[in-house]
């Protein structure tokens, strides 16, 4: 079964270093549904997020491919531990003086930052989750889309205890009722313990 998996990799920084790493990926066949990189903390570093389609299979021959890259320093899969994921859109909307107060109204819900406001158009951004971004731009659609420019997707794994604990509590969950379903009360008592 396949389903969106996320990777960052830690890079360093060399001419050319993107255009290996998507050879060395489209050579392989895998199809990557969203690309981006940009620096990080250190200046000679740079994070690179892959975000595809596929399993855990997939994404162990990914990282084995990209180890292979001189350059490549680190490799998370992100994929189910708590994290930070995050998309940017710019749009630009066709706007009249009977709409503009519903389309303001429907930026401000989603909490998006107008940029430039002219006569006949809108230009905002747009700043979250993926599934944000899709239902913001299905509303907006129906005004009339001029211009549309979407980063791909960022992550960063979370840190906080509280989130950390409750994803490790919702894991211990989820394996406590599969082995519920095969095991005595015995075998769920010392699991617990």
């Given amino acids: 079964m396949n389903y969106e998996c996320t990777i960052t990799v830690l890079i360093e920084n060399q001419p050319s270093i993107l255009t290996r790493v998507t050879g060395l990926l489209s050579r392989r066949g895998f199809k990557i549904d969203s690309l981006a990189i940009g620096n990080t903390e250190s200046k000679n ?48 909307i066709l706007t009249s003086t009977t709409n503009r107060s519903e389309i303001l109204e429907i ?33 907006i659609n129906q005004f009339g ?28 969950l989820n394996r406590l009722k599969l082995v519920s379903s095969y095991a005595t009360e015995d075998l769920i008592r010392s699991y617990i313990e």
């Fill in 107 to 139: 930026t401000t819900f989603f909490r998006a930052k107008i940029l430039d406001f002219a006569e006949r158009t809108i230009t905002f951004e747009l700043t979250g989750d993926s599934e944000k971004v899709i239902a913001l731009e299905q509303l």
């Fill in 45 to 92: 570093i740079s994070r690179l997020t892959l975000v595809l389609f596929g399993n855990n299979r997939i994404v162990n021959q990914i990282t084995k491919q990209l180890y292979k890259l001189f350059h490549v320093i680190k490799i998370q899969n992100i994929t189910n531990i708590p994290s930070i994921r995050r998309e940017l859109l710019l749009l630009k």
């Fill in 145 to 172: 889309i001029i211009e549309v420019a979407r980063t791909g997707k960022i992550a960063l794994s979370r840190e906080s205890l509280m989130n950390t604990q409750i994803f490790r509590n919702e894991h211990k």
